[in-house]
């Protein structure tokens, strides 16, 4: 009986650190409804299915143990298909992607959300406020330690501070990052 007790107890312990080797990856109403309930930043990754550097950053950054703790402490997390067709509600506007050719391989039309959010690149990481405004996109393949100094600035609005160039270089300068490979 005590081996059985043993037994279930380090399988659920599994079960828990398990559910948190993972990003809690979320639709955009999705996050935009928990924000009215518990306000909390965005975090969108904006992909697409032909993308490699969007694969990498899946396979090499958000499976990142110090990425997956920051994001789903910090952040609702929003999986977004740049050239899909979810239907987005934001800001009182209803974004699809009506040409849209679901037997096309390869490149699609891009979602007209991504496009309103002005994303011109693959992978795009979009930041947004707690009351859903608009942050910033970051476009590209961010390893963990470069995206760290962002996940950070706008986590703690130390970009609200940050109003010329050189700021921005001190505060990169200045940035000590401690997330591991």
């Known amino acids: 009986m005590k081996n059985l007790i043993i037994l279930v ?3 659920f312990g599994t079960v828990h ?14 996050a935009l409804a928990a924000q009215k309930v518990k ?5 969108m990754d904006a992909y697409t299915s032909w993308c490699g550097p969007c694969k990498l950053m ?10 997956i703790a ?13 050239e899909g067709t979810e239907q ?14 679901a037997d096309k391989r390869g490149r699609n039309s891009q979602h007209d959300f991504a496009r309103a959010l002005k994303i011109n690149g693959y992978p795009s990481l979009v930041f947004f406020k707690e009351d859903s405004g608009l942050i910033q996109p970051i476009v590209g ?27 921005w270089d001190a505060y990169q300068k200045d940035f000590k990052g401690t997330f591991e490979n």
């Open 39 to 43: 306000p909390k930043k965005i975090i």
């Open 141 to 167: 393949y961010h390893p963990p330690q470069n995206l760290e100094i962002y996940l950070k600035i706008f986590a703690k609005n130390d970009y609200l501070k940050l109003t010329t160039i050189e700021a």
């Open 88 to 101: 987005v509600t934001y800001q009182d506007t209803q974004y699809g992607n009506p040409n849209h050719q």
């Open 70 to 82: 920051y994001i789903n402490n910090y952040y609702y997390a929003v999986k977004f298909d740049a």
């Open 17 to 30: 650190v398990s559910a948190q080797d993972q990003i809690k990856w979320m639709t955009m109403n999705e």
């Open 9 to 11: 107890l380090v399988f």
């Open 58 to 67: 899946d396979r090499n950054t958000f499976a990142n143990k110090d990425v």
